[in-house]
């Protein structure tokens, strides 16, 4: 009987095998790389995202704050035209001439260039 054995291709020489062994090596590496790398990855965005929460949070507190802040300064000048209307109408008048006043400087300076 004949036994048929098998036998190498031509082209497996000692160096396509060392070859053949690198290139399982690197992708065995790559595949550590990529498990070691994933948990990292994955609490970077974790961190991101409570960034951007806690970022977001912030804005909105501080949104609050500001529209409160507005309220009660414009609940304060209401109550302040109704309890001293002359003067009111006076710090209005005299915000208003100093407003003519810088606008026309303003104008005369731009103008003498």
């Known amino acids: 009987m004949n036994e048929h054995r098998p036998t190498a291709p031509a082209s497996a020489t000692p160096n396509h095998h060392a070859g053949a062994d690198l290139a399982t090596a690197i992708a065995d590496n790559l595949k550590e790389v990529e498990q070691g790398v994933a948990p990292a990855l994955q609490h970077l965005v974790e961190q991101a995202s409570d960034l951007t929460r806690a970022g977001l ?35 209005a008048a005299a915000a208003g001439a100093l407003t003519v006043a810088v606008i026309d400087l303003l104008r005369q300076r731009t103008g003498a260039r």
């Open 57 to 91: 949070d912030a804005m909105h507190t501080g949104s609050t704050h500001l529209h409160e802040q507005a309220r009660r300064s414009g609940d304060r000048t209401l109550d302040y035209i109704r309890h001293e209307p002359v003067k009111a109408v006076l710090l």
